[in-house]
């Protein structure tokens, strides 16, 4: 009979190994993630500090240093809204003022450097977040990529000025646009930081749909973004017009009316300190995006333009002032505006206009209605889950082998693009450069297929 130990070490060594939780560093210290199902994740990342207190309506500020290892297998907070009753990705935690936390995936195993795709939720400026389960990167990340997505500030927390902001000049005049200053913090630690989870840093791909697609515009010509990220996806982000038209004038006009709905008058002394002392809930104000877009018009600014952070992406693409990246760039066929509106126009315009300047430009429209729907026609943002590969998370039970295809179809090409700048491979039929002259597109049809051919909503005379 052999002993004890010797059995004992022999069952050890036939057990599998216990795999450590993922550990990576960061600026403020490092972070504990998890792995689960093929995919290494972080969650609830800072990368900047809670924008609270003295630093609500500041520029994102250094993250403050932690001791020991942080846990990050959480999503952090939403930033601070008043969720959308009807949203087509209802959030996955409560919303706060402290919120500027990203995520991270990866596949399991992964060796070398990773592409990085980095999502920008969309939700009018006034609602979304990253939390939402059809936001998830694993399906991706399981395609051989790393997926980060991010908070930015909403509302009057993310879009705010008023005379005692512009006195106290606390950012060197970076006033008003926080929340594209948010999206600007995450990039740049996305540049300096994914290294230590092993993506690439000199491959950053970012993907945004509705006003995240409106936030690539900005980005993609803002002076303080040039070179932070090399490819970018705008899924229905309109026609690159400027939001908020009446500049920082009008945005501080706009900031007075709203500090005197909450007894703030504009020559105050003290109108700063009030205004932050107010409660977060006071500041949201009940402003959503069905208050925003139905019913009068409460006082909020858009992103607007300030010639610092954000500039006329319009004029801007027209100039040719923009980095040259390949972009691949779309609307659904049912989307805001019909098919001469802003969306769907929008991006065929968009695609011309970035083709003639040099830009390598892939264009598609997103066809395709779920099976257990009955649209006629895809309608805005029904594209996300197909994009993610997370169809069977969005429609549950009734997903249906189609949708999955279509699904594993349209992720393939987001990958694909992710690695090498075109979105060609796979069971895709050949997707060529966008030519103006020709209006040749990719079009995710409402059959399942993916079909080439002369863009079906453009007039034809």
């Not at 907070?77 to 959308?84: A, E, I, N, S, V």
């Not at 991006?347 to 003639?356: F, S, V």
Request: aromatic share 8%; charged share 15%; net charge neutral.
């Amino acid at each position: 009979m052999l002993p004890v130990a010797v059995v004992l070490l022999a069952a050890i060594a036939c057990a599998p190994l216990a795999v450590a939780d993922p550990v990576a560093g960061t600026p403020g210290g490092e972070v504990r993630g998890a792995q689960a199902h093929g995919v290494v994740s972080w969650k609830g990342i800072p990368f900047a500090a809670p924008p609270t207190g003295d630093l609500r309506w500041r520029a994102p500020q250094p993250v403050a240093s932690w001791q020991g290892v942080r846990d990050a297998t959480a999503y952090g907070h939403d930033c601070m809204q008043k969720p959308f009753p009807s949203d087509a990705a209802p959030l996955g935690t409560p919303p706060a003022e402290d919120c500027l936390y990203l995520n991270v995936w990866k596949p399991e195993g992964a060796k070398g450097k990773l592409p990085v795709l980095v999502w920008i939720y969309g939700g009018g400026f006034v609602n979304g977040g990253s939390s939402p389960p059809t936001y998830a990167g694993d399906e991706l990340a399981r395609k051989g990529v790393m997926v980060v997505s991010f908070n930015y500030r909403l509302g009057r927390f993310g879009t705010f000025a008023h005379p005692a902001l512009a006195a106290a000049n606390a950012d060197g005049g970076l006033l008003g646009n926080y929340g594209t200053l948010d999206q600007v913090a995450a990039l740049k630690w996305v540049r300096a930081n994914i290294a230590a989870f092993g993506g690439d840093s000199a491959n950053v791909t970012v993907i945004g749909e509705s006003a995240g697609g409106m936030s690539i515009h900005m980005l993609l010509t803002s002076p303080l973004n040039r070179g932070l990220f090399d490819r970018a996806i705008i899924m229905s982000g309109g026609n690159g017009s400027a939001l908020g038209t009446g500049g920082l004038a009008e945005a501080m006009e706009v900031g007075a009316a709203f500090a005197a709905r909450k007894g703030v008058k504009a020559k105050d002394p003290r109108a700063l300190a009030k205004l932050r002392a107010l409660p977060a809930e006071q500041v949201v104000d009940g402003l959503n995006l069905a208050g925003v877009f139905g019913g009068p018009k409460p006082p909020f600014s858009s992103p607007f333009v300030d010639g610092r952070i954000v500039v006329d992406p319009a004029k801007a693409y027209m100039a040719g002032q923009f980095d040259k990246i390949p972009v691949m760039i779309g609307a659904t066929s049912g989307d805001i505006g019909g098919a001469d509106g802003f969306m769907v126009k929008g991006a065929r315009d968009l695609a011309g206009t970035l083709a003639r300047a040099g830009s390598p430009v892939y264009a598609y429209r997103f066809s395709y209605v779920a099976s257990s729907l009955k649209d006629p026609a895809a309608g805005h943002a029904s594209d996300i889950p197909f994009f993610f590969d997370t169809q069977a998370i969005k429609y549950g039970h009734a997903t249906t082998a189609r949708d999955n295809a279509v699904g594993e179809t349209i992720s393939d090409a987001i990958v694909a693009f992710a690695k090498s700048g075109g979105p060609n491979g796979g069971t895709l039929p050949a997707w060529p450069r966008y030519d103006p002259g020709k209006d040749v597109i990719m079009d995710f049809a409402a059959d399942g297929t993916a079909r080439v051919g002369p863009d079906p909503l453009t007039k034809r005379h």
